[in-house]
């Protein structure tokens, strides 16, 4: 059973309204994750890995020392389904998670500790 693939349009609207930091581009919905290095990068990669295999939806990702890029696209439906939203969303929410008090977070003025570069 073929799940209903989302028009260029409509994907490029979802996309604006709920997931601006995310393109689409060569029918894949994409996100270029910055980091400060290797250990928050492979820090990304192991959080959208296991995002990805909970979900049982698993994206092509890409990566170098200070980023990494996910792609979704549902290839048993040769388009963006409402799949690709929904984990591109989990995997917003938990990759840029920032704690708030009682949590400290991971200090922003010391190299050693620098994490994500955060888009908010």
Excluded at 4 to 32: C, D, M, N, Q, S
Excluded at 68 to 97: M, N, P, Y
Aim: proline fraction near 6%.
């Amino acid at each position: 059973m073929s799940e209903p693939v989302y028009a260029e349009a409509e994907v490029i609207a979802k996309l604006a309204a709920e997931l601006p930091h995310w393109t689409f581009e060569g029918g894949w919905i994409r996100r270029k994750f910055r980091t400060h290095g290797w250990k928050a990068t492979l820090m990304v990669i192991n959080t959208v890995g296991h995002l990805a295999e909970a979900a049982w939806h698993h994206p092509d990702l890409t990566a170098s020392y200070a980023w990494v890029e996910v792609r979704l696209c549902t290839h048993s439906a040769k388009g963006i389904t409402a799949k690709d939203f929904a984990l591109a969303g989990k995997i917003e929410q938990v990759v840029q998670w920032q704690p708030e008090p009682p949590l400290e977070g991971t200090p922003n003025g010391d190299a050693r500790f620098a994490y994500i570069k955060y888009d908010r």
